[in-house]
Every structure is written in C-alpha cells, then in structure tokens.
C-alpha cells in the first residue's frame, strides 16, 4: 500500500467513526480530513497549531 493509499484509507476510516457514514463522493486522503476538521473548534489538539511534536506533548491515555 502507498503512502497516498494509506491516508485515504485512514481519512475514511476516520470519517467513518465521527459522522458514521460513508464519505463524500469525490473526497479522499487530505480533502476529507479537511472537511471534517474545518470550521470544528479543536483549541487543545497542539498538533493543528504546530508542524512540531515532542514527546511531552503526546498524551497517552491511562499513562500515568
């Protein structure tokens, strides 16, 4: 699988478990995760906000 067929597939994957649906016709890999993230308020996902990650900044659920 390529790097392109591997973020089309999560972007549906992704699309999937927030609208439970299949995706638009016609949008794939960085189109979708664009239309589902634009005009939603995510002010605590640093990532959006940075090109960089540190290891700090990774919250691991359960992680104490």
Same mark, same amino acid.
């Given at each position: 699988?390529?790097?392109?067929?591997?973020?089309?597939?999560?972007?549906? &994957?992704?699309?999937?478990?927030?609208?439970?649906?299949? /995706?638009?016709?016609?949008? *794939?890999?960085?189109?979708?995760?664009? +239309?589902?993230?634009?005009?939603? &308020?995510?002010?605590?996902?640093?990532?959006?906000?940075? /090109?960089?990650?540190?290891? *700090?900044?990774?919250?691991?659920?359960? +992680?104490?």
């Amino acid at each position: 699988m390529t790097r392109e067929q591997h973020i089309d597939q999560e972007a549906r &994957d992704l699309w999937q478990a927030m609208k439970g649906g299949a /995706p638009p016709c016609g949008l *794939s890999g960085s189109a979708l995760i664009d +239309a589902l993230v634009s005009g939603s &308020d995510i002010p605590g996902y640093e990532r959006l906000h940075s /090109p960089f990650l540190r290891d *700090s900044q990774i919250h691991r659920p359960g +992680a104490r």
